[in-house]
């Protein structure tokens, strides 16, 4: 098991998902963050099956930072529920890793997602 984590999560608009990316990159939260248009989302939301164009947010952190990410991405974002899933990385190409975590910037904090 590595200490990165992929978070996922949805925009409402590439706008928006862009700008969370920017912010949560800018402030040293994520290495990266990529948004892919063209998520279709189908869920159960106010009593009834909707549906919505969405943009999906693969976002890229340390496991220490996944609290103050976490927090921060609710702050920004537009959705009063967002999607906010921690997938931790079991493996993956060590030079890759180690970048991810040169470049989220310290912290502390509880690691539990």
Do not use: F
Request: aromatic share 8%; charged share 25%.
């Amino acid at each position: 098991m590595t200490d990165v984590y992929v978070i996922l999560s949805t925009a409402a608009s590439a706008e928006e998902g862009k700008g969370l990316g920017r912010r949560l990159v800018e402030e040293r939260l994520a290495a990266c963050v990529n948004v892919v248009p063209g998520a279709r989302s189908v869920y159960w939301w106010e009593g009834a099956v909707q549906e919505a164009d969405e943009v999906l947010l693969v976002i890229k952190t340390r496991r220490d930072r996944y609290p103050a990410l976490a927090r921060r991405l609710q702050e920004l974002h537009s959705y009063s529920v967002p999607e906010i899933l921690a997938v931790p990385v079991e493996t993956g190409a060590p030079a890759y890793l180690a970048w991810v975590g040169e470049v989220v910037a310290p912290g502390g904090g509880d690691a539990s997602p």
